[in-house]
């Protein structure tokens, strides 16, 4: 009866522990829900967020386009300007024969015009002009150039007119290549044509793989930055227009999402989908366990900008950096749990975090003690009886 008291009374102590939240020596694979929901820590401080209509408002009126460094120069093409390598085409018309370009002797050709060899744009940024000499081309439009030429020649030509082509472009040029069909290195379209992005990928034969696991760099006057494919298409404010030099490089990368605790399984799982709400992330991870899992506690783990963090009600006074560490808190043992979870988007490593049940923990800590007890009762009982052999021994 004495060691049925100890036993019940070193029970309802651990028990109470566990349900505090307090016992660290039992096997766990996550926090107790307790701690999360107390925002209990000693290493992070974070904030807990309670999933409601209202919160699920502020989270899509304020859903991100996509990851830091999103496209958002939108500015047209700019004119074609010339470069070092570039193949210029020079043709110079005159009002009639006899002048500086155009011999007096009729029939030597059908106009009144001379197209001049095309020439590379020198190491100097130079082309050569007869009775011009050397114009200046590099950085300069077509339009410029002409200008230019025609100012240096008019009063030795008669009423000349000068057009000045690309004949062939090397430097104002667009790069694709990386996950792409047909990998690609095109000049950029001087008939007026603004190709955004996805016509450039288009270009190149489309991509390789599939959309949803498809990322796009743009690399532009030495700086980078990087989108989901996807995004191109639900917002088309980032499917901006290709400018001279812009290199587009597209990898593949599945979208992926943690999760961890009483889930049918643990681990990383792709997106396979160019967007998944909480629910379905929950489904791809084996649903809740029915005898472990504490329904009134699954949390999504991210970080929302500190302007995001503000609207949803979270003081961020505590917090350093751009960004906060929220945990969202959707209870699925309310029937309504279901409907407010399928409007939360997931993002590219969200971790969802199912806690034990408390009643779990409670159980592994009666095993526990009931291990104990067994094996110090089992560890009495052969000190007992190698004392009873020797015993007997010695009286025989």
């Known amino acids: 009866m004495m060691r049925l008291k100890s036993f019940l009374a070193i029970a309802c102590s651990l028990a109470c522990s566990v349900m505090a939240g307090g016992c660290g020596f039992i096997p766990m694979a996550g926090p107790a829900s307790l701690d999360v929901k107390t925002e209990s820590s000693q290493t992070l401080p974070f904030s807990v967020v309670k999933l409601t209509p209202a919160i699920l408002q502020v989270l899509e009126k304020y859903e991100p386009d996509g990851l830091p460094g999103a496209l958002r120069d939108s500015r047209p093409p700019a004119s074609i300007r010339f470069g070092i390598g570039d193949i210029v085409s020079v043709t110079i018309f005159e009002a009639a024969a006899g002048g500086l370009f155009v011999p007096l002797e009729a029939g030597v050709r059908p106009g009144n015009y001379v197209n001049l060899?095309?020439?590379?744009?020198?190491?100097?940024?130079?082309?050569?002009?007869?009775?011009?000499?050397?114009?200046?081309?590099?950085?300069?439009?077509?339009?410029?150039?002409?200008?230019?030429?025609?100012?240096?020649?008019?009063k030795r030509a008669i009423d000349p007119q000068v057009v000045v082509t690309s004949s062939q472009q090397r430097s104002s040029l667009v790069s694709v290549f990386g996950e792409v069909k047909a990998p690609v290195r095109f000049p950029m379209p001087a008939s007026g044509a603004q190709d955004r992005i996805t016509d450039a990928i288009t270009r190149?034969?489309?991509?390789?793989?599939?959309?949803?696991?498809?990322?796009?760099?743009?690399?532009?006057?030495?700086?980078?930055?990087?989108?989901?494919?996807?995004?191109?298409?639900?917002?088309?404010?980032?499917?901006?227009?290709?400018?001279?030099?812009?290199?587009?490089?597209?990898?593949?990368?599945?979208?992926?999402?943690?999760?961890?605790?009483a889930t049918g399984q643990q681990g990383e799982f792709n997106f396979d989908a160019w967007r998944i709400n909480l629910t379905q992330a929950v489904a791809k991870a084996g649903g809740l366990l029915d005898l472990q899992a504490d329904p009134g506690s699954v949390f999504v783990y991210r970080r929302e900008p500190r302007e995001v963090a503000q609207k949803l009600g979270i003081d961020c006074s505590k917090f350093d950096g751009e960004t906060v560490p929220v945990v969202f808190n959707v209870s699925f043992q309310d029937p309504a749990g279901y409907f407010l979870s399928t409007k939360m988007q997931m993002r590219p490593f969200d971790v969802v975090y199912a806690a034990n049940a408390p009643q779990v923990d409670i159980t592994k800590v009666l095993n526990f003690i009931n291990t104990t007890f067994v094996t110090s009762e089992n560890g009495v009982n052969l000190v007992n009886d190698v004392f009873v052999a020797q015993i007997n021994s010695k009286l025989r």
């Open 204 to 261: 190149a034969g489309g991509i390789s793989g599939a959309g949803w696991e498809t990322w796009v760099v743009m690399e532009r006057n030495g700086k980078r930055a990087t989108i989901p494919f996807a995004n191109l298409v639900y917002w088309p404010s980032t499917n901006i227009f290709v400018q001279p030099g812009d290199r587009i490089y597209l990898y593949r990368e599945p979208m992926k999402f943690l999760a961890f605790g």
């Open 117 to 154: 060899p095309d020439q590379a744009v020198d190491n100097d940024g130079n082309i050569t002009v007869p009775y011009a000499g050397a114009v200046r081309a590099a950085g300069r439009t077509n339009v410029q150039i002409q200008e230019d030429i025609l100012q240096r020649i008019k």
